[in-house]
């Protein structure tokens, strides 16, 4: 897909594969009908590597990377995270707020040209649950971004034995890549 087809996208889903060595993503849009439509991009991480990166292509043949996304460190509780386009050029990033993250998960998404955003589990109840009851850690999360009291942005996982999220898009000037990156980065960083 190309990229001003790829901005006009107000919604999409997010479906993991089950892999053995890696975490892999199919970024889908939605059909007429509401169902899964067309792969937008493929994502890919590899497990246990010594500093999170994940690159994103344009289909599953992983010929053609779109984006990605790599930490700036190795190990840091609040890491953030770079999001480049497929020739290395900035396109934003994210970081989680390892304090705040304590109770409630939460992430700062940051754009050239528009305000900070903010994304945060939307329920606090659920989030303890995860937290401090660990037969529970299954619970699906939804998250909310915003900036300055609008919505961005909101990423929602739904139930099923593979993790598989509809992400809804408010604002149009969020780039459309900073939000699969995110969204993609929920399910692959969030710890569990």
């Known amino acids: 897909m190309q990229l001003d087809a790829l901005q006009t996208q107000h919604q999409f889903f997010i479906r993991q594969r089950i892999r053995m060595m890696v975490n892999q993503y199919e970024v889908r849009a939605v059909a007429s009908d509401g169902s899964e439509g067309e792969l937008l991009a493929f994502a890919q991480q590899k497990r246990l590597a010594f500093k999170e990166q994940v690159t994103i292509y ?3 043949s992983k ?7 790599k930490a700036r460190q190795r190990l840091d509780l609040g890491a953030t ?3 480049t386009d497929h020739a290395g ?4 990033l994210f970081r989680k707020d390892f304090a705040q993250s304590l109770l409630r998960s ?3 998404v940051e754009q050239a040209g528009l305000p900070q955003i903010t994304g945060q589990e939307r329920s606090l109840p659920v989030a303890l649950l995860r937290r ?4 529970l850690s299954w619970l699906p999360y939804h998250f909310d971004f915003v900036a300055g009291g609008q919505p961005v942005f909101s990423v929602v996982k739904k139930w099923g034995l593979r993790d ?4 809804e898009i408010q604002n149009p000037q969020i780039d459309r890549r900073l939000v699969i990156a995110m969204a993609v980065g ?3 960083l969030q710890a569990r």
């Open 89 to 92: 050029n900035p396109i934003g």
């Open 132 to 135: 401090f009851v660990d037969s």
């Open 186 to 188: 929920l399910d692959a």
């Open 58 to 60: 344009t289909d599953d």
């Open 63 to 69: 010929q053609y990377p779109l984006l990605g996304f």
């Open 106 to 108: 939460t992430w700062h």
């Open 81 to 83: 995270y770079d999001v």
């Open 164 to 167: 598989r999220y509809v992400v």
